[in-house]
């Protein structure tokens, strides 16, 4: 074979070997065109039937969500209507507007339970109940105003409070107990007339539990047992006469509480030793007075009795002056000691009403 028909038969070669090459590498790309057009077809169908599964899902996010919206927008609608009437309600109708908050409690309990339906279905009834409040407010309330301007006041206590509130119906006789605002400070009445109160267990529980209630949110400088006046009128006098003593005492007494411990013998125990006894009241008095803002000693009225005191103590260290009785207690297992409170304090501010008008008291 000669040299020229070899390089021929080699270039032959060669090219039938890169149309080789050529058709296998088209031949690829169909088969990955192919394979890419059957993937992208099963992604569209696993698009699709997801789409299909997920659509009830989103349909179901959606009516969620939308419902969720209307009781958010009742729940405002609600607070909103509330703001409106809320003074002149509490004023005129309590009961009305007690059961109305126990209903708002319970829509938004329902809302943070994701109970919609509840939560709505609430706030319309809660709506139509403040309607009636609103009615009830407007229905004659200056006949009502002008009744209770011209009746008697049991005086309970005065507030730091510049508005009109009522604390229902919980005064001595089952009275509505409110306010009569003085700038700044009230005083808590009720309607009634002017006599003297005996200190019955009736009357005393009565009188004890409007100044706990109050207590839970005021401070209170308190008014003597059976305090009561003509109208609104003169009492509006005592506190315009008495306005900077009673805001001193109002400051003496912010946030405070009254707290009593009385120290008795235990059982048949005698000390004999009158030092003695006067050790072990001092250290407990000493104790005690640390936690305390003030302190006022009692009367002995009892040959066991060492101690009978009263401390001012502050509503956040109540429970700091408690777990140091019960410490006193342990470490002196021979004496009793007796735990009262928290009481309005006392005796450490009260009011007075007298021939020289109304008296405020500080110790």
């Known amino acids: 074979m000669t040299k020229e028909k070899y390089v021929e038969l080699r270039k032959k070669r060669l090219r039938e070997r890169e149309e080789r090459f050529r058709r296998e590498k088209e031949r690829i790309r169909k088969l990955k065109e192919k394979e890419q057009i059957l993937r992208l077809k099963k992604w569209t169908e696993l698009v699709a039937r997801r789409r299909e599964i997920e659509k009830p899902l989103l349909e179901k996010t959606r009516l969620e969500k939308e419902r969720q919206e209307k009781a958010k927008d009742a729940l405002c ?3 909103k209507a509330l ?14 507007m007690k059961k109305i908050n126990e209903m708002r409690m319970d829509a938004d309990k329902s809302f943070e339970s994701v109970d919609y339906e509840k939560t709505v279905k609430l706030s319309h009834e809660i709506t139509e109940l403040l309607e009636n409040a609103r009615l009830e407010a407007l229905k004659k309330p200056e006949k009502k105003e002008k009744r209770r301007e011209e009746e008697g006041k049991y005086f309970y206590c005065v507030i730091p409070c510049d508005e009109e509130k009522s604390f229902g119906q919980i005064g001595v ?18 309607n009634s007339p002017m006599m003297d109160y005996e200190m019955t267990e009736d009357n005393i529980r009565r009188h004890e539990a409007v100044l706990r209630q109050v207590m839970e949110n005021h401070t209170v400088v308190p008014a003597e047992f059976g305090t009561t006046t003509k109208n609104e009128k003169v009492l509006g006098r005592l506190l315009t006469k008495a306005y900077e003593p009673t805001r001193e005492c109002l400051r003496l007494v912010d946030n ?24 072990y009241a001092s250290d407990i008095l000493a104790s005690l007075s640390t936690i305390a803002k003030q302190t006022v000693a009692g009367d002995l009225f009892s040959d066991r009795l060492i101690l009978n005191a009263s401390f001012l103590v502050n509503k956040e260290d109540i429970n700091t002056f408690s777990n140091e009785v019960m410490s006193l207690q342990e470490k002196y297992p021979m004496l009793k000691l007796l735990y009262s409170g928290p009481w309005a304090p006392y005796n450490f501010v009260y009011i007075k009403i007298g021939a020289e008008g109304m008296e405020t008291t500080k110790k």
């Not at 409110?178 to 808590?188: K, Q, W």
């Open 77 to 79: 609608g609600v607070k």
């Open 83 to 96: 703001e409106k009437i809320e003074r002149k309600a509490s004023i005129y109708a309590p009961e009305t």
């Open 173 to 190: 006789n089952s009275e509505e107990v409110y306010t009569i605002p003085y700038r700044d400070i009230a005083a808590v009445v009720s």
């Open 256 to 279: 405070m509480v009254e707290l009593g411990v009385k120290v008795v013998l235990n059982g048949d125990i005698v000390f004999a030793d009158p030092e003695k006894r006067k050790e």
